[in-house]
């Protein structure tokens, strides 16, 4: 089955630091990846919709300029949070479909930051 | 309005019986799928089971079952036989095929099973 891979699974940095994560569709190409944010017993919350080739979509109230998302190949997505502040810690999960429609949403297994 | 409601925060079953997990969900797009997604206490997402909005007969994966009931726009999951293992949370989602192909998450149910 599809497999995405999400790195790193945790993260800690200082304040004002910027921080990556990749996101990887090992065994299919993902034109589209998804990026959310989930906070302690809240659901997912749809930060952007990445696009391979071209400017990813943000969602109302997402800075793009804070979260930039590069999706460069169809296999790899990233997500830098710019200048982190503790408010941006989070669990941030990528998330693949291998086409539209009924196709099944293949998640990462997270990315868990921590802004000291 | 809310896309995918779940209006059970928490839920209790005994383990080996049967439990519902309810969610409605609001579209005007003919064409939908409806998923349920499994999330355990270490993060991971795993999805469950699949329901098409022209699919005729009710979807069944395992112990997993799909109560979909066009008309009222719910799309419940029932677990069978629950296993202590099925402690976690479970979030429907719904994605509309005509437009944007977006997922859109309901709040989540958390379950905990209880030996």
């Known amino acids: 089955g599809a497999v995405v891979s999400q790195h790193p699974s945790w993260v800690i940095c200082k304040s004002g630091t910027s921080v990556k994560i990749e996101c990887r569709s090992l065994?299919?190409?993902?034109?589209?990846m998804f990026w959310y944010r989930q906070f302690p017993k809240q659901s997912l919350m749809l930060m952007a919709t990445?696009?391979?080739?071209?400017?990813?979509?943000?969602e109302q109230g997402v800075e793009k300029d804070k979260f930039l998302i590069n999706h460069a190949s169809l296999t790899l997505s990233t997500l830098t949070v710019t200048s982190a502040h503790p408010e941006d810690s989070s669990f941030y999960i990528c998330?693949?479909?291998?086409?539209?429609?009924?196709?099944?949403?293949?998640f990462g297994a997270g990315s868990r930051l921590t802004v000291l | 309005a809310q896309k995918i409601t779940q209006t059970q925060p928490g839920m209790f079953v005994q383990e080996k019986e049967a439990v519902t997990l309810d969610c409605t969900y609001d579209?005007?797009?003919?064409?939908?799928?409806l998923f349920w997604y499994k999330q355990p206490s270490s993060g991971e997402m795993i999805f469950l089971i699949y329901?098409?909005?022209?699919?005729?007969q009710n979807a069944t994966e395992g112990r997993y079952s799909l109560n979909f009931q066009k008309a009222r726009k719910s799309a419940n999951l029932v677990i069978s036989a629950s296993q202590l293992g099925d402690s976690a949370m479970y979030f429907c989602?719904?994605?509309?095929?005509?437009?944007?192909?977006?997922?859109?998450f309901g709040t989540g149910t958390s379950l905990t099973v209880i030996p």
């Open positions: 998330s693949a479909s291998q086409g539209s429609g009924a196709n099944v949403l293949t």
């Open positions: 065994d299919f190409q993902a034109t589209t």
């Open positions: 990445s696009n391979e080739g071209s400017k990813a979509t943000y």
């Open positions: 579209t005007s797009d003919p064409s939908y799928g």
């Open positions: 329901q098409g909005s022209y699919d005729q």
């Open positions: 989602a719904m994605r509309e095929f005509n437009t944007g192909n977006q997922f859109y």
